[in-house]
Nanobody, 114 residues
């Protein structure tokens, strides 16, 4: 299983970014997909997840601002991030769960700063 994340960058507070994560080598359509983030000096935290059936859940800190979605035909998961805040600054990682094993992408940096 390989995961490659795209779309990070620098944005001003209140701005938006869309992250993408392309998966290969997995049974993508039946796997749970998620996004996590890790700020400097902090642990990696759950941000959002989406099941094979499209059910979603979010960390309280991003509810109403972030939206996770998936395109099974493209084996890609997305994270639309709106109303970004400086505290959203972190490296964002996509995660895929297959047969109880977790797989991670390389991470993409998101920086929210004026």
């Amino acid at each position: 299983v390989q995961l490659q994340a795209f779309g990070g960058g620098m944005v001003q507070p209140g701005g938006s970014l869309r992250l993408s994560c392309a998966a290969s080598g997995s049974i993508f359509s039946i796997n749970y997909m998620g996004w996590y983030r890790q700020a400097p000096g902090k642990q990696r935290d759950f941000v959002a997840g989406i099941s094979s059936g499209g059910s979603t859940n979010y960390a309280d800190s991003v509810k109403g601002r972030f939206t996770i979605s998936r395109d099974n035909a493209k084996t890609t998961v997305y994270l639309q991030m709106n109303s970004l805040k400086p505290e959203d600054t972190a490296v964002y990682y996509c995660n895929e769960v297959q047969s109880g094993s977790h797989y991670w992408g390389q991470g993409t940096q998101v920086t929210v700063s004026s």
